[in-house]
């Protein structure tokens, strides 16, 4: 049973900093996309950044810039290293594994929509003050 558990989140105030840690436990798969993704409240839920097994990253155009994903195999742990942060990033930040990506098309990619990431952790919170 594959289980991903965030943590990381809280309040900041604009310009402010977080870093999110999702663990992962319970799967083997030789390779995968992992991402970060966010939903507001009222609004459909976003992808922020994927990260392939093969390393090729993505971001959303909104957080270019500021934001860096990052893995560490040896703990089995994705990041999100989240800088300048800004009121319009306030949300809930999910996890979530795609163990079928990445795919190749003109180069390794991962999946921008939440369809087709099968496993997902609980979320955790941000929130950014102005």
């Known amino acids: 049973q594959v289980q991903l558990v965030e943590s990381g989140g809280g309040s900041v105030q604009s310009g402010g900093s977080l870093r999110l840690s999702c663990v992962a436990s319970?799967?083997?798969?030789?390779?995968?996309?992992m991402a970060w993704f966010r939903q507001a409240p009222g609004k459909e839920r976003e992808l922020v950044s994927s990260?392939?097994?093969?390393?090729?990253?993505s971001y959303a155009d909104s957080v270019k810039g500021r934001f860096t994903i990052s893995q560490d195999n040896a703990k089995n742990t994705l990041y999100l290293q989240m800088n300048s942060l800004k009121p319009e990033d306030t949300a809930m930040y999910y996890c979530?594994?795609?163990?079928?990506?990445?795919?190749?098309?003109?180069?390794?990619?991962?999946?921008?929509?939440?369809?087709?990431?099968?496993?997902w952790g609980q979320g955790t919170q941000v929130t950014v003050s102005s």
């Open positions: 979530a594994v795609d163990p079928e990506g990445p795919y190749y098309g003109r180069g390794y990619y991962c999946l921008h929509t939440p369809v087709g990431y099968n496993y």
């Open positions: 319970g799967y083997t798969y030789r390779k995968y996309c």
């Open positions: 990260i392939s097994t093969y390393g090729t990253t």
